[in-house]
Nanobody, 113 residues
Framework: QVQLVESGGGLVQPGGSLRLSCAASGFTFSSYGMSWFRQAPGKERELVATISSSGGTIRYADSVKGRFTISRDNAKNTVYLQMNSLKPEDTAVYYC??????WGQGTQVTVSS
């Protein structure tokens, strides 16, 4: 049974940082690329960052370049999203997705003073 479980969301002030984690199980994690998406209220889900199976290829949405860092630990079957210099417009539910099509349940990130 495939599971992707996100954690690390919460309420943070503008300019603050959060680190999201997505723990995977039920498939060979090291064989698949992983991505983080987000969905703000009333908006479509958008791709935030993606990382290849080995971690050698990484891409970011223009809106988060220079502020967010995606990484993975294949020994721990976990992908991370380090989010710095957070802005109110980063407020959304953040989801991880595996390249073989599975989604996590999402974790809420709220950036507000």
């Amino acid at each position: 049974q495939v599971q992707l479980v996100e954690s690390g969301g919460g309420l943070v002030q503008p300019g603050g940082s959060l680190r999201l984690s997505c723990a995977a199980s039920g498939f060979t994690f090291s064989s698949y690329g992983m991505s983080w998406f987000r969905q703000a209220p009333g908006k479509e889900r958008e791709l935030v960052a993606t990382i290849s199976s080995s971690g050698g290829t990484i891409r970011y949405a223009d809106s988060v370049k220079g502020r967010f860092t995606i990484s993975r630990d294949n020994a721990k079957n976990t992908v991370y999203l380090q989010m710095n210099s957070l802005k109110p417009e980063d407020t959304a539910v953040y989801y991880c997705r595996s390249a073989n099509g599975y989604w996590g349940q999402g974790t809420q990130v709220t950036v507000s003073s």
